[in-house]
Each structure stands twice: as C-alpha cells, then as structure tokens.
C-alpha cells in the first residue's frame, strides 16, 4: 500500500470535484511527496486511494479566498496546472494543514524550509504602504471584504467581519505576507478610525496597551468599517434556529463520524462544541449555509466510550472502532465515531464538564 512509505499528517477534508464542482468529504493522507484521498463507506476508510496529489512542483495558496462561503480553503496548483481546493474545519487545522504540505513540497530543499520558519517569524510591512488604498479595496464589492450578519452575546450584528476573515484578506490580496503583519496593518487601521471593534472579545482587546494585541486574528472577534451604522438586532421571526444556543464560547469543533437516526448510515459531519450555553452543533461540510443541520443541549446528557472489540448495541454497519455514546436528557441515542483513540479521549473530556 502507498501509505507505508511514512504519514505526515492525516485527517477529514472537504475537496472541491473536478468533474462535477461539488464538494465531498474525503480522508487525505500527507506523504513526503504526495496527498493520497480515500473514500469514506459506512464509517470505515476504503483500502485504496480514491485519488492522488503529487506535491513535486506544487504551489500552494493559503488564505484561498476564491469561495466566498467557504473561507477556510487551502488551494494546491500541481506541476502540470490542476487545481485542488480543500477546506479544512477551523482556521488552526487549516493553518496547519498547509504548514505541513509547504514543508513536504520543500522537504528536498532544506533552504527554503528555513526561509519559511523565518518569513513566519519576521516582520516587515510593505514599504509607503497606504491605508486608504487597503480601505478603498476593502470597500470593493468583487475582491473586497467579505460583509456577513454575525452573533455575538446574543446580538446580531449586519455587516460585520471576523478579526481572522480581516487577516486572511490582507495577506491574500498582497498587503501583508505573515499573520503578524496582518494583524498590526489591522491594528493601524482601527487605530485611524478605519474599522471599528464590535461585540465583547475584539472591544475588550483595545484596552491593551501594545498596538500589535489590540487586534485580534479570531474567527470570534467581530469587527466592522467605523462608518457603518451601529449594531442592528435583528427580530425573533429573522432567527431560524434559537440564537441563545449558538452564542455560546466554541471549546472545540472537527470532523467526526455520525450514524443517522433514520436510515443508520454514516455521515462525516463537523461538529462545533459551545460552553455558556453548553451545546453540541452538527453541520453537513458539503453544504455552504453554515446551518447546523442538527444539535442538542448537554445538560444532562451521559458520554461514555463504546468497546473496540465488536459492534455494540445500537450500531448498524461494519465501523472501525473510536466510537462513542452521547445519551441527551430525553433518551436520545447518539453514535460518533473519532478517527483515533486520542481524538475520542479529548472529545469526550471535552463534552463530559459541560453536561
């Protein structure tokens, strides 16, 4: 089998179709010199690959901003000019998923690998660089900032971004080469009456004193151009879901396998764990409305690990092991696979204080 030749690094990713421009939930698998991705059946991962990336001459882009609804892409050029667009869960996994891919195209130039360390490192901002430009651009309704409606304490704010979206535009469209320089080009602008913090997180932040910490790269921290009008809370008819549910502090959140309730197949599914209100959020990764597609409270629900050996009560189709039970308050069964033993030690220890 290909994999033996060493894994760097493997898990769930959402991979653009070349074919047909959909996308589908594949497990990819990082070897020194390329990205094998399978097909998931029924919880278990099929024994040959479904496709390959050779990474030999591969250019990578990352912040890929070129889906508006999908922000945490990562975009591979192979040698011979095909495009991959893969989106990864967070913002940290994708982060770290091109970390790892940039490291194995370079594995056999050990040059750039140290240039890559340093230029994460560095700092050094574009020279006679103007603010008024970056906010012009900003401001264009084809490359510009993506505007979205966001939640914060309860409130919901129109036309807002994320400090994380902020930074992934700036080094995107050329303003700034590391996060570091993102953030304090950031930091400039809110200090020049350009953006403004909205919501606890990002207002609490201003009050530090060093310029490069009042801005904050978080996918929490809404911010928004200082002329625009001020928080707008939108009425309970405009909310489909309860909004109390869904402001609540994210713990954690990944891919996870999930047998459904009706038809007892299994689905890859992300799942986002909030605290204060403590809930478990269930989102289809193919889909681009980032609507959860299913959740519970944790107020009483049990989790516990399910046996390795044989498939315990409950579970329909030939899984691999790393499942565990979450049991709600109201007796509803719930089965997720983790893709290793240590994956379902950390979700459960995470889930297990808020119940």
């Not at 901002?125 to 430009?133: A, C, G, T, V």
């Not at 609490?204 to 809370?233: P, V």
């Amino acid at each position: 089998m290909e994999e033996e030749a060493g894994v760097l690094k493997e898990g769930f990713l959402v991979k653009r179709g070349h074919v047909v421009r959909n996308w589908k939930v594949r497990w990819f698998v990082l070897l020194q010199d390329k990205l094998l991705y399978y097909k998931i059946e029924g919880g278990k991962k099929e024994p040959s690959p479904k496709g390959r990336i050779l990474l030999d001459g591969c250019t990578i882009t990352c912040p890929c901003l070129e889906y508006e609804n999908r922000p945490l892409l990562i975009k591979l050029k192979t040698k011979t000019n095909t495009d991959y667009f893969l989106e990864c869960c967070s913002r940290e996994e994708r982060d770290s998923w091109a970390l790892d891919i940039t490291g194995a195209i370079h594995a056999g130039h050990p040059v750039q690998v140290q240039e890559l360390h340093r230029m994460k490192n560095s700092f050094k901002l574009l020279e006679n660089i103007s603010l008024h430009n970056i906010v012009e651009r900003m401001y264009d309704s084809n490359t510009g900032i993506k505007l979205t409606r966001n939640l914060d304490q309860g409130n919901r704010y129109k036309e807002t971004f994320t400090g994380s979206a902020l930074v992934d535009w700036l080094i995107s469209s050329g303003f700034a080469v590391s996060r570091f320089e993102a953030v304090t080009l950031a930091s400039m602008l809110m200090d020049e009456n350009f953006i403004r913090p909205v919501g606890v997180r990002s207002t609490e932040a201003t009050r530090s004193s060093d310029l490069s910490e009042k801005f904050l790269d978080d996918s929490t921290a809404l911010y928004m151009f200082a002329e625009s009008s001020k928080k707008n809370t939108s009425s309970k008819e405009e909310v489909h879901f309860n909004i109390s549910e869904l402001s609540g502090t994210i713990v954690k959140q990944g891919f996870l396998v999930k047998q459904g309730h009706k038809r007892k197949n299994w689905k890859v599914r992300k799942f986002v764990l909030r605290a204060d209100p403590a809930f478990l959020h269930y989102y289809d990764p193919t889909k681009e409305d980032n609507k959860p597609v299913g959740g519970f409270s944790l107020r009483g629900c049990l989790v516990s690990a399910l046996e390795d050996n044989g498939v315990p009560a409950g579970v329909k189709g030939n899984v691999q092991g790393n499942l565990f039970k979450i049991i709600t308050k109201n007796d509803i069964h719930y089965y997720i696979q983790a893709s290793s033993k240590a994956e379902r030690v950390q979700w459960i220890e995470a889930i297990k204080p808020l119940t």
